[in-house]
């Protein structure tokens, strides 16, 4: 392997390893899942094409941030989807929020957090699961998960809300007992 | 207590209902400017935001893979999970990424990547010290050089030697000077997202209906052809307008304001928002690091009375990429919306006081300086022999502005730039040791005018 591809392999591999935080950056952005995992793909792809142009050293989350917002703006282009200016306010205050965001969980924190929430899952009750299920897994609108599982939309909007606290709720309560 | 008032019982509540909702791309507008208010307000709202998207995740990748790590899954070649799941098994999971990505070289191919076909709308007129242009597909380069053409993307200052001046098509031109960052677009309407720090601008007329847009954290600004100054911070943005009219709307009640020339305005949500006469300029202002780090560059320490320790500035390192030297550097940023301009006169001395920790060959103490309708007006520095202060012990410096010389990295623009310092007014001030670490502290900062002082 020469000097050129060990570079190439050593920055994709740091890039992959930023991958949950591109993901909640694209997330936090699209407001959807699926299209989050697709920018952040995209993205990917472009660090493969453009490994040469990273500085080693310098904040290789920062430059995939820059690469993935790139690829958040061309999905948003391709689908013609209209930004009212708040929107783009919005944008600007989430971009601020992950720019100074600097994680200080190691990566057994990490690990430790993913059992907690795998164990916290099977308190939901069933109906519960199924909510989660249909937004995280299937990507359904709230409609369509209502339409499911036979809730209103309001419904459907206040359940996801209190699922997502309830398994936060559980997962803190989980990892602060096995400190 | 219905459900609505239990979501509203706590501010944190309230919060992460409409984080969530967020995520799930279900704001209204009137949530979405809610929540822009307590973003921009709070930085413990951006860390939440921050952690409930990565919490959200997680709770996804768990949902649709079962426990496994996270993976990239290339679903446009249908491949299944490419990556093992264990934590071992990630380099080779790097390397089918690399394999497989290499496979799919004709998606690369097919897409439009856009540098080759993008329409170019801007370009470089001067420019000098560490910057950083992002352009279209990712995109960044640090090589950029006076006549190059632009089509938009992010322009980041990396220093408080950073200065970067951008025509577009039309003439108008748009000038960051310090650490900046500013995205600019042009589709038939400008668009500036100042991210942060500030630049000033002569924004030529524009075609009816579209004005230039520039958008900070907490405002939106109309331009349709002016001259002006904007600085953001994260809760506030102030605009000084030097020739004809700027409208901004602050966007924390919604309230606008035209701007004329000659006058300035803060749109901050806990700040009378009113039209201030652009105040007479001063020469004298002496450093708030007692205050915070506001305004700083540099590693800010807030001192310890205890041991008569005042608060002080330590210098960070910057790498210049073309030589591989470091220059240790600290910086305090003078100009500010709540006080007037600080204009260099005949007679104005500079007071810098602070300590190094070890010998350095030189000091170097400098000022960086905008004419009065905001566009750059050039660096001015006096360099001192290492022999000036002594290691341990605190140094005081009382120099005279007439002895500072232009910094010479600017030299081939010395044609746009001032002849001297004088008349001019100061947007920052500046010391650093150059490719050594001297440990360089500064604990105080101050101009004043010695016919004045007599």
New interface residues.
């Given amino acids: 392997m020469n000097a050129k591809e060990e570079k190439r392999d050593r920055i994709v591999k740091l890039a992959f390893e930023c991958r949950v935080q591109l993901m909640a950056y694209a997330y936090a952005l699209l407001g959807d899942y699926s299209t989050a995992d697709d920018a952040v793909q995209d993205a990917m792809l472009t660090v493969v094409k453009k490994y040469d142009q990273f500085t080693e050293g310098t904040s290789i989350m920062a430059w995939c941030r820059s690469i993935v917002r790139l690829e958040v703006l061309r999905i948003r282009q391709k689908r013609h989807k209209d930004r009212t200016l708040v929107s783009r306010l919005l944008e600007d205050s989430i971009d601020q929020a992950f720019d100074e965001y600097s994680s200080t969980e190691s990566s057994s924190q990490d690990v430790r957090r993913r059992k907690a929430l795998v164990k916290c899952l099977s308190n939901l009750t069933n109906r519960g699961r199924l909510v989660l299920q249909g937004r995280f897994a299937e990507s359904l609108s709230y409609e369509q998960i209502g339409e499911k599982v036979g809730m209103s939309l309001e419904a459907v909007r206040k359940s996801l809300y209190r699922q997502k606290k309830q398994l936060r709720d559980c997962v803190e309560l989980n990892v602060r007992n096995v400190e | 207590m219905n ?1 609505k008032s239990k ?1 509203e019982d706590s501010k944190q ?1 309230r919060l ?2 409409l984080i ?8 209204c ?1 009137a949530e ?2 809610e ?2 208010e307590l ?2 307000l709070d ?1 413990a709202a ?2 939440r ?2 952690a ?13 893979n079962g ?1 496994c ?2 993976s ?5 070649s249908n491949n299944r999970n490419l990556f093992a799941n264990s ?1 071992g098994g ?2 080779l ?3 089918a ?2 394999l497989s ?2 496979a ?1 070289q004709w ?2 191919e097919s ?1 439009d ?1 856009g540098e080759q076909q993008d329409q170019q709308i801007a370009k470089i007129t001067g420019l000098s010290g560490p910057l950083q242009w ?1 352009g ?7 090589e950029l050089t006076v006549g190059a053409e632009l089509p938009g993307g ?1 322009i980041e200052g990396q220093s408080p030697e950073s200065w970067f001046e951008l025509e577009f098509k039309d003439g108008s031109r748009v000038v960051i000077a310090g650490q900046s960052r500013l995205i600019f677009s042009d589709q038939g309407q400008k668009e500036l ?1 100042l ?1 942060a720090g500030g630049f000033s601008a002569s924004v030529e007329p524009q075609p009816a209906g579209k004005p230039m847009l520039v ?3 907490t405002a ?1 600004l109309e331009v349709l052809g002016t001259e002006f100054e904007v600085a953001s911070e ?1 809760a506030s943005t102030f605009l000084n307008v030097t020739e004809g009219k700027v409208r901004v709307k602050r ?1 924390s009640d919604g309230q606008s304001l035209d701007v004329p020339a000659k006058h300035r305005v803060t749109a901050a949500a806990d700040q009378l928002f009113e039209l201030e006469p652009t105040p007479e300029t001063v020469g004298c202002w002496k450093d708030r690091l007692s205050r915070g780090p506001r305004g700083v560059y540099g590693d800010w320490q807030p001192g310890d009375a205890s041991q008569g320790r005042k608060p002080a500035v330590k210098s960070i390192p910057h ?1 210049i ?1 073309e030589s591989g030297k470091t220059i240790y550097c600290t910086a305090l940023r003078v100009v500010s919306g709540d006080s007037p301009p600080v204009v260099l006169r005949r007679d104005s001395q500079l007071v810098v006081e602070g300590r190094v920790a070890k010998k350095t060959k030189s000091l170097y103490v400098g000022v960086t300086l905008q004419h009065p309708n905001g566009d750059f007006a050039g660096r001015f520095q006096i360099r001192l022999p290492g022999e000036s202060v002594t290691v341990d012990e605190n140094f005081k410096l009382d120099l005279d502005i007439e002895d500072f010389t232009l910094d010479p990295s600017l030299r081939e623009i010395q044609h746009k730039l001032a002849d001297s310092p004088l008349g001019l007014i100061v947007t920052d001030i500046w010391c650093h040791t150059l490719w050594e670490p001297a440990g360089l502290e500064i604990e105080s900062m101050e101009l004043y005018e010695s016919a004045s002082a007599d």
């Fill in positions: 459900d979501f509540g992460d209902y969530s909702l967020q995520l799930d791309d279900e704001l507008e979405m400017e929540l822009i973003l921009n930085p951006r860390q935001l921050v409930n998207s990565l919490f959200d995740v997680q709770l996804a990748d768990i949902l649709r426990v790590e996270p990239l899954q290339i679903r446009r934590f990630v380099l999971a790097v390397a990424l690399i990505l290499f799919m998606v690369l897409r990547f992002t279209n597909g990712g995109l960044v380069s640090n992010t997202h991210i958008y900070t954290r939106v994260l966007l790498t990429k």
